[in-house]
């Protein structure tokens, strides 16, 4: 997909753990809720399935998108599930035009 956009959007309504986690580095720093580091792919992989077990996608929405001149695009996301709405965090990097996921975090959004 050309745009990182659709295809986090795509993956993130679907729940998909696994196709997210091809976008990752080799290592990517995950924060979801109260649990963060440092992990490898397959590491993050887990964490965000077993986030996703817990908090089916019902309604995903980008709700800011910056891109700047040092190869970095940053994107946030409000995940609804049947449970809770959470603020999504994305910092993708731009390296010989391969995009990556460098930092994934998941926050509880507080109730109005």
């Known amino acids: 997909m050309s745009d990182m956009n ?5 993956h993130l309504r679907a729940g998909s753990a696994k196709n997210l986690a091809r976008f990752f ?8 809720l109260n649990e963060d580091g440092l992990y490898s792919k397959f590491q993050g992989e887990m ?5 996703f077990s817990k908090n089916k996608p019902s ?9 700047n001149k040092t190869n970095y695009s940053y994107y946030v996301y409000q995940l609804t599930s049947n449970k ?5 965090f994305v910092k993708v990097s731009l390296s010989k035009n391969i995009e990556t996921i460098e930092e994934f975090r998941v926050e509880k959004q507080a109730s109005k």
């Open 6 to 10: 659709d295809a986090l959007l795509l």
């Open 25 to 32: 580095g080799s290592n990517v720093t995950l924060s979801i």
């Open 59 to 67: 309604t995903v929405k980008l709700l800011q998108k910056i891109t």
């Open 84 to 88: 809770n709405s959470f603020r999504l």
């Open 47 to 51: 964490l965000l399935q077993s986030f």
